[in-house]
């Protein structure tokens, strides 16, 4: 998973503005979190209890409080036997949200067959940091690092490049962007839910047991 989190950063770019200001990157979040510990991505550890020893170092020398801590943009789960994949921005529209998701579990499955077939697992050390900068500051915009030296743009851009150009006429028209790309796709009309998602209409309406897809 490590070699694809920055591509997964770039499809997801939407904070370019802190305190009302253009901060000269798609996603200025994760810049910020870069000051955490145990931010970043992860080692590559070859073995759960390898995690949980560095996890018990980290505590020990007081860089973590609890296990929970860790600013890692993938890590095992410590509720379920999952992964949490945490690279993405926060999602401007539902499409992009599905996207993220999507491409997340795709990963995962691939690289459970590779896992369970004996494949490799590829290498990807020099140039993490490399990869997850040009992923904040350019989003799909600039020079990719492998495993895609181009990034591929889809749609009309990022949250990140849309937020700028509604910008032009001041903070309020972001903020009516950003409601407006909401509203549009998500709309609570008699209790549920309807969402425009790659070209179908559909509602969900709350059941006893979560809910249901129809229409």
């Known amino acids: 998973m490590r070699p694809w989190l920055p591509t997964l950063l770039a499809l997801s770019v939407n904070s370019p503005f802190t305190d009302g200001r253009d901060r000269s990157y798609q996603i200025w979040r994760i810049i910020r979190q870069g000051q955490f510990p145990g931010a970043g991505i992860p080692p590559c550890f070859r073995s759960a209890r390898d995690y949980v020893r560095l996890l018990q170092r980290l505590m020990e020398c007081g860089h973590l409080v609890d296990p929970n801590m860790t600013f890692c943009l993938a890590r095992p789960s410590g509720r379920f036997s999952t992964s949490e994949v945490r690279v993405a921005d926060a999602a401007g529209t539902v499409d992009e949200a599905v996207l ?116």
């Open 100 to 215: 993220q998701a999507a491409l997340t579990r795709a990963l995962a499955r691939t690289i459970h067959g590779d896992v369970l077939a004996g494949r490799p697992i590829p290498e990807f050390t020099e140039q993490e940091a490399a990869a997850v900068w040009s992923a904040a500051r350019y989003g799909l915009d600039g020079p990719g690092v492998e495993p895609h030296p181009r990034w591929t743009g889809h749609g009309d851009g990022t949250g990140a490049t849309r937020q700028p150009r509604a910008a032009a006429g001041g903070p309020a028209a972001v903020v009516g962007m950003l409601v407006a790309q909401t509203s549009e796709e998500c709309a609570v009309v008699d209790g549920s839910w309807a969402g425009e998602t790659t070209g179908e209409l559909r509602s969900f309406r709350p059941t006893a047991g979560g809910g249901r897809w129809s229409g």
